[in-house]
Every structure is written in C-alpha cells, then in structure tokens.
C-alpha cells in the first residue's frame, strides 16, 4: 500500500445544530457496515486458498465505490473527505503499536539479522533502482516536470512493501521462521521508508553530489537511532510508572489506560521532535510487551492484549476499504489528464521498477546470509525466497500508485497461498525444531562455565580422557560464533540483574487480591 494516498476522516458538524451533519452519519454508517462485512466475509473464507481478508475489504471498497459513484451519477465515489496528516495520527499508531507490542520477541531477535539485512539494506537498494529508473524512463514516457526530489520520493514510497497478505496464509508455528522474517522485515521496512522519504524532503537535493549523498546518510541514520531510542525510552518508562504507583490496586481501567495514552504520547513526541513516529512506537510495544504488561492486573493484560489487536485490525481493514473506495475517485483521474496509454505506461513502469527493487535485493541478501549460516536449517533456500510480494502529473503519480496497489494485492495476494502450498510446504523438508535451529541458552551456559563462571558457583567440566578441565571459551570467540546466541545469553543475564529488578517483567508480577491469579494465591 502506499504511503501517502491512504488517510483518515474529517468528522463535520452542522453550522446550524449540534446534531451531526447527515452526511457524515450516513458515510460513518456506510464504513461501519462495511467493516462488519469485512468481518463476516473473512470468517467464512478463512479456509479459502484464493482470498483473504485484505482482497475481501479492497474489493468490498471498490463495489461501495461503484455504488457510491452510480447514485452520484459519475460526480463522486467518496463519501468521506480524508487527509493525509489524519492517517499518520490516527490509523497508523495503533497498527504499528500493535505489530511491536504481539511480536514474538524470541523469534524477531533471533531472526535480526536477516530481518535488518532485508528491512533496511534491501530497502535502500529497492530505493535507489526505483529512483533511478523513474528518473531514467519517465522522460521517455512524456513525463517531464518531476524533479529529482520528486523522484526520490516516489522511490522512497514505493519501496515500502505491504507483507499483510503474506501473513495472513502463513502459520507462525508451520513455518515460524520464515513468518517471523516476513513479519519483521515487513515492520522494519515500512519504518525505513518513511525515514527516507522524511530525509529527502527536509534535504535541498537539487544537485546531487557526495555531500548530499552523506547528508542524507546521517539524517537517516539519525532518524533511526534516535526515533527507536525514544520509543525504547517511553517503554521503559511506563514500566517503572506502572511498577511504582501500582494502578491495580484501585483500578485496572486506569492501568489500561495509561498503557494507551503513553504508546500514543510516544508516537506524537516523536512527530514534534520531527522524528519517525513508525519507529518509536514500535520499539515502544516491544518494551511495553515485555516490561509493563508483567506490571499490570491478569484482567487488564487479558484487555491490553485483545484491545490493541482489535483496534489495529479496525484501523488496518479500514485502510483497505478506503484504498479500494479511492481507487474510483474520478477527480483523481480526471485530473491527470493523461492518456489511457500514458497511464499503462507509467503504471507497468513503476511496477516493473517495484518487481526488480524487489529482486534485486532478495536473491543477493539471500545468499549472502546463506553464506555465514553454518547449518542448512538456517539457510533460505531457493523456494522460500518467492514467498514475499495537484498537477496533472502529481495526480497521474497518485492514480498510477492505485493501480499498483491495487494489483498488487489482489493478484499477488490471491495467488501468494497457493504459491506457498505448490512450491514451500508440500516439498518443505521436515521442520527443525527451534531448540536445535542454533546453540540453546544451556548449552550456551555450559560453555561461559568451563573452568568456572564467578557468577554460577566453582563446578567445572572435565575431559574425560585427560581428567583435566576444559579450557573455557572466550566470550570474543563465542560472539563469532555464534553472534545471537551469544548476544542472547548476555543481555538475558543483564536483563535478570539489573533491569526486570528496577523495570518490573516476568517474576517481578506484584499480588493483587481479587484478580485471578490472586484468588488463587489466596485459596491456596
């Protein structure tokens, strides 16, 4: 889905009374029984190899779009005026919040290798082919008054790919890493686009050379590291808020509410400070995930976990629906003013670009990753890596952008579970079960306790042929060995002693009686 044709509602109130204009309670009406049937449809087609609930709310938006321009007699298809600051304000926080907050932490930092190496290498790669070739073919096509900023954007915008039909056929438990590096990559490449389409609009890059290049570097890197420390920052502190004035014991509805308000502050500073708001607010429902909602009443984590889930299911189907609603805008087209040829021409183009993006960076990230996996049941093989799909010329952009989504989804998305099926799971080997996919924590520790470890006690492992304690490991030759492993076993002993201690988390749980596990406690 792009980027900046997906936004939000502007509620009107009559100039005369204040009831609600009649308008807006019927188009309000319209999207609420809409995504009722979203809700209906997807159910029944759940086991549907062709469809999925993403197609299900584009083509339902597309038929209310037909509809809504047949009563209109051809003027309109929208019932609804959006903007696009609203989207970034109200749609998407819950969505990204969400995907941070139910992301299974163990599989998404043991797969952050690879899910980096495609969400910001593979982006940026996508970003500069995508670039390139509009700035090269446009010309040709007839498309002469885009500039290289205008480029640039387009490239930055279409480099952010949409994994929702992906997941949607995928099981976390059949194919947990593959899932896990789609739904990863899929997060961190969204926010990695945003980032630079962010960088090139506050850089003046009318001229390019190796300063702007290096410019536009350090705002991204900068972007990056200071929108995710933020949101980290946020996490943490609701974590010590919640663990210290203990809301429970009074009301679980302020607990939950704080929990909201604060991932949503998170967002909202991060956009005054002119920072990724995607980031922050991710990085924010990791921590919060894993520090504040130990903190809180067994009912309010029970609500937590359904609430942000149902609200970005609303927000994320919403979005769909209006994208297909959208598609029919005819002041859209109409203002383009382009040719039926000069669309198909600019929309194969763009969508050519997005295939070779695309696969430009997949195949060869692909084997380089193979390269340093040290057993096969890291490595990606070969069938997985298909797994994953105001001037007129501004508006000719705008329409184009639609016909690519729009194809996209449906095509892509309506074929992607029956790919998998044909070429990955019937032919999938046997699974290797997550504990022997790389060294577990215990073997891990055995190996930081050869010849002692001050902090587990004096027992040391000994040869069995020479009786002589084996020489232990340095920590500099296990992190290359086995670099998350390792990663891994010390930032669990640094979380254990130092910040579940101060921050709260699993084992710090505090009793409040009255709630389930308290009467529990109290019968036991």
Same mark, same amino acid.
């Not at 992301?103 to 390139?132: A, D, E, P, R």
């Not at 490239?155 to 890493?177: E, H, M, R």
């Not at 969508?351 to 084997?367: D, I, S």
């Given at each position: 889905?792009?980027?900046?044709?997906?936004? +939000?509602?502007?509620?009107?109130?009559?100039?005369?009374?204040?009831?609600?204009?009649?308008?807006?309670?019927?188009?309000?009406?319209? $999207?609420?029984?809409?995504?009722?049937?979203?809700?209906?449809?997807?159910?029944?087609?759940?086991?549907?190899?062709?469809?999925?609930?993403?197609?299900?709310?584009?083509?339902?938006?597309?038929?209310?779009?037909?509809?809504?321009?047949? !009563?209109?007699?051809?003027?309109?298809?929208?019932?609804?005026?959006?903007?696009?600051?609203?989207?970034?304000?109200?749609?998407? +926080?819950?969505?990204?919040?969400?995907?941070?907050?139910?992301?299974?932490?163990?599989?998404?930092?043991?797969?952050?290798?690879?899910?980096?190496?495609?969400?910001?290498?593979?982006?940026?790669?996508?970003?500069?082919?995508?670039?390139?070739?509009?700035?090269?073919?446009?010309?040709?096509?007839?498309?002469?008054?885009?500039?290289?900023?205008?480029?640039?954007?387009?490239?930055?915008?279409?480099?952010?790919?949409?994994?929702?039909?992906?997941?949607?056929?995928?099981?976390?438990?059949?194919?947990?890493?593959?899932?896990?590096?789609? $739904?990863?990559?899929?997060?961190?490449?969204?926010?990695?686009?945003?980032?630079?389409?962010?960088?090139?609009?506050?850089?003046?890059?009318?001229?390019?050379?190796?300063?702007?290049?290096?410019?536009?570097?350090?705002?991204?890197?900068?972007?990056?590291?200071?929108?995710?420390?933020?949101?980290?920052?946020?996490?943490?502190?609701?974590?010590?808020?919640?663990?210290?004035?203990?809301?429970?014991?009074?009301?679980?509805?302020?607990?939950?509410?704080?929990?909201?308000?604060?991932?949503?502050?998170?967002?909202?500073?991060?956009?005054?400070?002119?920072?990724?708001? !995607?980031?922050?607010?991710? $990085?924010?429902?990791?921590?919060?995930?894993?520090?504040?909602?130990?903190?809180?009443?067994?009912?309010?984590?029970?609500?937590?976990?359904?609430?942000?889930?149902?609200?970005?299911?609303?927000?994320?189907?919403?979005? $769909?629906?209006?994208?297909?609603?959208?598609?029919?805008?005819?002041?859209?087209?109409?203002?383009?003013?382009?040719?039926?040829?000069?669309?198909?021409?600019?929309?194969?183009?763009?969508?050519?670009?997005?295939?070779?993006?695309?696969?430009?960076?997949?195949?060869?990230?692909?084997?380089?990753?193979?390269?340093?996996?040290?057993?096969?049941?890291?490595?990606?093989?070969?069938?997985?890596?298909?797994?994953?799909?105001?001037?007129?010329?501004?508006?000719?952009?705008?329409?184009?952008?639609?016909?690519?989504?729009?194809?996209?989804?449906?095509?892509?998305?309506?074929?992607?579970?029956?790919?998998?099926?044909?070429?990955?799971?019937?032919?999938?080997? +046997?699974?290797?079960?997550?504990?022997?996919?790389?060294?577990?924590?215990?073997?891990?520790?055995?190996?930081?306790?050869?010849?002692?470890? +001050?902090?587990?006690?004096?027992?040391?492992?000994?040869d069995e042929g020479s009786n002589q304690p084996v020489r232990k490991r340095s920590s500099l030759r296990l992190l290359m060995a086995n670099p998350t492993s390792t990663a891994h076993y010390f930032w669990r002993k640094f979380d254990d002693r130092f910040m579940r201690p101060v921050f709260g988390g699993r084992g710090f749980v505090p009793f409040v009686p009255g709630s389930p596990t308290g009467a529990a406690d109290e019968t036991s």
């Open positions: 889905m792009g980027i900046s044709d997906s936004i +939000p509602v502007h509620f009107s109130l009559s100039s005369t009374s204040s009831i609600l204009d009649v308008s807006t309670v019927v188009a309000i009406t319209v $999207f609420v029984a809409l995504l009722c049937a979203c809700i209906v449809i997807g159910h029944l087609i759940e086991e549907n190899r062709w469809a999925n609930e993403s197609i299900t709310a584009l083509l339902l938006g597309l038929v209310a779009g037909l509809v809504v321009l047949l !009563i209109s007699k051809g003027h309109s298809s929208q019932i609804l005026t959006f903007s696009e600051e609203l989207f970034f304000i109200y749609l998407l +926080p819950p969505i990204i919040f969400n995907a941070g907050f139910q992301v299974k932490k163990k599989q998404f930092f043991k797969n952050i290798s690879i899910i980096l190496m495609f969400g910001i290498f593979g982006t940026i790669i996508s970003f500069c082919l995508i670039s390139l070739g509009v700035g090269l073919l446009f010309k040709r096509i007839g498309v002469t008054t885009l500039d290289i900023k205008d480029y640039l954007a387009i490239g930055a915008i279409l480099s952010a790919t949409d994994s929702v039909c992906t997941l949607q056929v995928l099981n976390q438990d059949d194919t947990p890493f593959l899932y896990s590096a789609i $739904f990863g990559e899929g997060v961190v490449n969204d926010a990695t686009s945003i980032v630079l389409f962010n960088s090139v609009q506050s850089l003046n890059i009318s001229n390019i050379d190796t300063l702007v290049a290096l410019k536009l570097l350090g705002t991204f890197l900068y972007l990056f590291f200071s929108s995710t420390a933020l949101g980290i920052a946020v996490g943490l502190l609701s974590a010590f808020g919640i663990k210290t004035l203990y809301f429970g014991r009074h009301s679980t509805d302020r607990e939950v509410a704080i929990m909201m308000l604060l991932a949503y502050l998170s967002y909202m500073v991060a956009e005054l400070l002119n920072l990724s708001g !995607i980031l922050t607010v991710f $990085f924010c429902g990791i921590v919060m995930s894993h520090y504040t909602w130990h903190n809180v009443t067994e009912s309010s984590r029970v609500t937590t976990k359904h609430g942000f889930a149902t609200i970005s299911f609303i927000c994320e189907t919403f979005i $769909f629906l209006y994208v297909g609603m959208d598609a029919l805008d005819v002041d859209k087209w109409t203002a383009s003013e382009a040719s039926p040829l000069t669309s198909v021409a600019v929309s194969s183009t763009l969508f050519g670009l997005v295939l070779v993006g695309r696969a430009a960076f997949v195949y060869p990230l692909v084997n380089i990753f193979n390269c340093f996996a040290k057993k096969d049941s890291d490595k990606i093989i070969f069938k997985q890596q298909f797994s994953d799909d105001s001037s007129s010329e501004s508006a000719l952009m705008i329409t184009s952008t639609i016909i690519v989504v729009l194809f996209s989804t449906v095509v892509f998305g309506s074929v992607t579970k029956p790919l998998i099926e044909a070429v990955l799971l019937r032919n999938a080997k +046997p699974t290797v079960s997550d504990a022997t996919d790389s060294p577990s924590l215990e073997d891990l520790r055995l190996l930081f306790l050869e010849n002692g470890d +001050p902090d587990e006690g004096s027992n040391q492992p000994v």
